[in-house]
Every structure is written in structure tokens, then in C-alpha cells.
């Protein structure tokens, strides 16, 4: 698998929704591709908010949202609070490898 | 709640060897994948190594094949990562995560710092 593919950042305001991609997505015949997303605060550890593409681990508020198109995985995050200004990462994992995207900075207006 | 705490990491000269540590608790260890992701101060996270329930099939990144060895010991609920001929570039955060079976890495430790430096 090639490089995952984040922006480097994207900025929202208060309420509103925001979705980041992440290209390169592609399918091998006969493997299993997961696709994950997390959420890194300056100085902690990473955190799971969406794994299988679509689902949320239990605590993770429905304002998360994962989805997929194609070779791209989006994440949504609507209503947005100060408290998602954070970095976040997509994840491809497969049977040979397991790859992270850039990561994307999301600033919070 | 279960917790994953790393230890072991430190400031190493190039070429020399680090072995870090990750102690599970409140959670049978035996059972899960797990797995080893580094980042870089300032930088993106990178998988290093997975190892499966019983250690006997382990996989590496092509960045540290040959230089890494991941281990387990389930009877003290621990996970290691053995680093050897250690580079500048391995500078960064060592977490531990736990394979959520699922293809994602759904829990941390708080993470190790190895500085690679002369």
C-alpha cells in the first residue's frame, strides 16, 4: 500500500461541521483492509474514535462520524466544539501492513 | 480500567541497543494482539512491530526489520520491544496498543521517549 493522503490542517467554527479525507484507500484482492481514525491531544496519547470504517468505540460521541468512497475515508465531525481542536490521524490495516496517514490538524474557530 | 504502561526509554548512542517495556494490567494480556507505534517529536505516528497472542508470529516495519524484536511474556503481562544498532531517525514516542481485533489499535499507553543521540 501507498502513503495515506491527510491535509495538513482544516479549521471550522464553533457548531459547524468539518470532514477530513484520507486518500489511498485502496483494496487488495483477498486481504482485509480496516480503516481507523484517531484523535492525538499535544503531548498524549492517541485515541480511538472509529474503527471498521464507520463504527464508534463506546464513549466516543455521536458527533463522530466515519465513512468511505472509493480509495478515500472520511472523518465528519459535526457541531464542533473547542474540545475537538486536536490532531487526528486515519489508519489503514491490513494483513501485511498497517499505515498511518499524515495526520491533520484541526483548528477550532 | 485496563492500563498499558511503557517504560525503558532514555537518551542512547547511535549503534547501541534500548530495550523497552510495556506492563498490561486489568485485562487478560493472553488474549489480545499487540503492537508497538512510535512518532517522532513534532511528527506523524509510524507502526513499528505486532506481535500475536502467543508471540509466535511477529511482523515488523521495513524501517526497523532486522534491528527490532518484539516479545511478550504473558505470564507477567508484559510486552517488549528490543532495539539494536540504533539510528538518529528512531528518535521518538514508543507506545504500546492493544489490537482491538477489529484491525485497530483501540487503547495506548502513555508513551516512552527514546532520543537517539551522540
Known amino acids: 500500500h501507498s502513503a495515506l493522503t491527510q491535509p495538513a490542517s482544516v479549521s471550522g467554527s464553533l457548531g459547524q461541521s468539518i470532514t477530513i479525507s484520507c486518500n489511498g484507500i485502496?483494496?487488495?484482492?483477498?486481504?482485509?483492509?480496516?480503516v481507523s481514525w484517531y484523535q492525538q491531544y499535544p503531548g498524549k496519547a492517541p485515541k480511538l474514535i472509529i474503527y471498521?470504517?464507520?463504527h464508534r468505540p463506546s464513549g466516543v460521541s455521536n458527533r463522530f462520524s466515519g465513512s468511505k468512497s472509493g480509495n478515500t475515508a472520511s472523518l465528519t465531525i459535526s457541531g464542533l466544539q473547542t474540545e475537538d481542536e486536536a490532531d487526528y490521524y486515519c489508519?489503514?490495516?491490513?494483513?501485511?501492513?498497517?499505515?498511518f496517514g499524515g495526520g491533520t490538524k484541526l483548528t477550532v474557530l | 480500567q485496563f492500563q498499558l504502561v511503557e517504560s525503558g526509554g532514555g537518551v542512547v548512542q547511535p549503534g547501541r541497543s534500548l530495550r523497552l517495556s510495556c506492563a498490561a494490567s486489568?485485562?487478560?494480556?493472553?488474549?489480545?494482539?499487540m503492537h508497538w507505534v512510535r512518532q517522532a517529536p513534532g511528527k506523524g505516528l509510524e507502526w513499528v512491530a505486532v506481535?500475536?497472542?502467543?508471540?509466535?508470529?511477529?511482523y515488523y516495519a521495513d524501517s526497523v526489520k532486522g534491528r527490532f524484536t518484539i516479545s511478550r511474556d504473558n505470564s507477567k503481562n508484559t510486552l517488549y520491544l528490543q532495539m539494536k544498532s540504533l539510528r538518529p531517525e528512531d528518535t521518538a514516542f514508543y507506545y504500546c496498543?492493544?489490537?482491538?481485533?477489529?484491525?485497530?489499535?483501540?487503547?495506548w499507553g502513555q508513551g516512552t521517549l527514546v532520543t537517539v543521540s551522540s
Open positions: 485502496n483494496s487488495d484482492v483477498g486481504d482485509y483492509n480496516y
Open positions: 489508519s489503514l490495516y491490513t494483513s501485511t501492513n498497517k499505515i
Open positions: 506481535t500475536t497472542y502467543d508471540g509466535a508470529k511477529n
Open positions: 496498543a492493544r489490537d482491538s481485533g477489529a484491525g485497530a489499535f483501540e487503547s
Open positions: 471498521d470504517v464507520t
Open positions: 486489568d485485562f487478560s494480556f493472553k488474549y489480545y494482539v
